[in-house]
């Protein structure tokens, strides 16, 4: 599976926008790029995920780079609650048959009020 | 409501016992899967499966044990032979339908060797 690398930590102040980048510089045409996030003491949550386009949903936007190799995770307006570790994660499409996620250590957000 | 459910959320254990976390999802998944994560670290795959009667080894598999008997259910197993078995376990399942398919998370089970 392709190496992802993220900042280790960021800090962000409520209501602002938040950017959390990740380097993919060996990502291969057919990789998804995903994020998830752990809030403290509980499982991961899927955030989004995307291929070549930008993606926006209810949680977050995701810019990907026109080469592929970096995107950055958009959260519009952090709030307190946003604060958790943000996992970058690349699956390629052949393990659809398994759906295994490699997790690397992530960035862990803090957002000051 | 669905979801996946882990119990206990605490678990004691003292050396050279063997142990057992639960993990059900009525979600109808056909994959899932058993995490461990270490205090600051990512995630790491212990085991896996996609289908019933049948699993696969992850990153980590040396002193742990699965079974997969029902759809719903996949009991992961701490053995003796886990020399530093204290850490936060995650079971996750996933459909493997067409398209997209995130994985989702139970709470969590963190264990503790005395």
């Known amino acids: 599976d392709a190496k992802t690398t993220q900042p280790n930590s960021m800090e962000s102040n409520e209501e602002e926008p938040v950017h959390l980048p990740c380097n993919h510089s060996?990502?291969?045409?057919?990789?998804?790029i995903h994020w998830y996030r752990q809030l403290p003491s509980q499982g991961p949550e899927y955030v989004i995920h995307?291929?070549?386009s930008n993606v926006n949903n209810r949680m977050a936007s995701l810019a990907i780079a026109e080469d592929r190799k970096s995107s950055t995770l958009i959260l519009h307006r952090a709030t307190l609650r946003d604060a958790a570790v943000y996992y970058c994660?690349?699956?390629?499409?052949?393990?659809?048959?398994?759906?295994?996620?490699?997790f690397g250590q992530g960035t862990t957000l803090q957002v000051k009020p | 409501d669905g979801g996946i459910t882990q119990s206990p959320k605490y678990l004691f254990r003292k050396e050279g016992q063997n142990v057992t976390l639960s993990c059900e999802q009525n979600?109808?998944?056909?994959?899932m899967y058993w995490y461990r994560q270490d205090p600051g670290q990512g995630l790491r795959l212990i085991y896996y499966?996609?289908?019933?009667?049948?699993?696969q080894k992850g990153d980590i598999a040396e002193g742990y044990s699965v079974s997969r008997e029902k759809k719903e259910s996949f009991p992961l197993t701490v053995t003796s032979a886990q020399k530093n078995p204290t850490a936060f376990y995650l079971c996750?399942?996933?459909?493997?339908?067409?398209?997209?398919?995130?994985?989702?998370f139970g709470p969590g089970t963190r264990l503790t060797v005395l």
């Open positions: 996750a399942s996933t459909s493997l339908a067409g398209g997209y398919n995130e994985q989702f």
């Open positions: 060996t990502i291969s045409g057919t990789d998804y």
């Open positions: 995307g291929l070549t």
């Open positions: 994660i690349l699956r390629a499409p052949g393990s659809s048959n398994t759906g295994k996620l490699i």
């Open positions: 979600l109808n998944h056909d994959a």
């Open positions: 499966s996609q289908i019933v009667n049948d699993f």
